[in-house]
């Protein structure tokens, strides 16, 4: 094998997911010891927030008018995601469905339901170390959706253009079988 | 000058925000008589909701720490859009700023305040008939915000692939006055 070609330029673009730009750096120079190195783009992308938007389909329309067991999974999903509750309210739709919200140390996350579509519609947004995917995970499975969407929405970034961007945008069509 | 060409064709694509399809489609065919007319995409969108997320800078500090000022701006929020308030709950941000939510009959109103940025981020869930875009020019303005930005997602769209969509999606620099 040939060696290879020494390194002497090391480009490197940090992303804002990257959970920290200084540690990824160092691991990334560590023992490679190039000639020289260019930090080819520090991008001051320093979204204060992550809004995690969800929906759901085909769950099961007894449990979306059920006031007690959404606000049991909401609070459960804002726990199994890492953040901390501080209050939280729920209503009753009309002329059906719950609405709730979780009032966090990190944000709120709240829920929509409409059982007569066996339809929800979430929204998480967090500016702490939780992970609000696991709190999608936990709900859809919690409601029995048959179709998931996620759109994450990058907020307060700094030093570009638009303030928002949509950072992603899935759909998924889960056999995802209920917990309980 | 010439007559016109006589429309012989008339093409119509309407999109989930027109407020009535029908009334719009009468207006548009009334008096010109098409010798023919096709509906040319009968677009099945029918989003369960309206997701306003807003976000402002250059607000001044000392408002945004100031928790009832907040909540006393998000419920007068509420009412300008024309919803309806079930409870609502406010809490300090740690070290500073304030995090608090609005539950509505139409769904949620939310905020969070960055006094050290001058930053908010606001979210407006509705499902009815109120109008969001009211709440924002409040707010904006309430908070003495210099840069806004507005990204309209519509939640639950039936019929197409996504559930959800970026429908709009602006910014604006406001020497808008404060209020008060």
């Known amino acids: 094998m040939r060696n290879p070609k020494p390194i002497t330029h090391l480009h490197l673009k940090l992303m804002p997911q990257s959970p920290d730009p200084?540690?990824?750096?160092?691991?990334?120079?560590?023992?490679?010891?190039?000639?020289?190195?260019?930090?080819?783009?520090?991008i001051e992308l320093k979204p204060f927030?992550?809004?995690?938007?969800?929906?759901?389909?085909?769950?099961?329309?007894?449990?979306?008018?059920?006031?007690?067991?959404?606000?049991k999974a909401l609070r459960q999903a804002a726990v199994e995601a890492g953040s901390t509750i501080v209050a939280s309210v729920f209503h009753p739709f009309t002329p059906q469905g719950v609405t709730g919200v979780v009032v966090l140390e990190e944000s709120h996350l709240s829920i929509h339901t409409w059982p007569e579509h066996g339809y929800v519609a979430v929204d998480f947004y967090t500016c702490g170390d939780c992970e609000p995917m696991r709190a999608h995970e936990f709900l859809s499975k919690e409601l029995g959706a048959k179709y998931a969407e996620v759109m994450f929405v990058d907020r307060g970034i700094e030093g570009v253009g638009d303030s928002m961007a949509v950072r992603k945008h899935t759909r998924s069509h889960a056999g995802a079988a209920r917990r309980h």
Not at 33 to 41: D, H, K, N, R, T
Not at 49 to 71: F, K, M
């Open 22 to 42: 200084g540690r990824t750096w160092s691991a990334l120079t560590k023992g490679i010891e190039p000639a020289s190195v260019f930090l080819y783009s520090k």
């Open 49 to 71: 927030g992550r809004h995690l938007l969800a929906e759901y389909r085909g769950c099961e329309s007894a449990l979306l008018n059920d006031i007690d067991l959404i606000g």
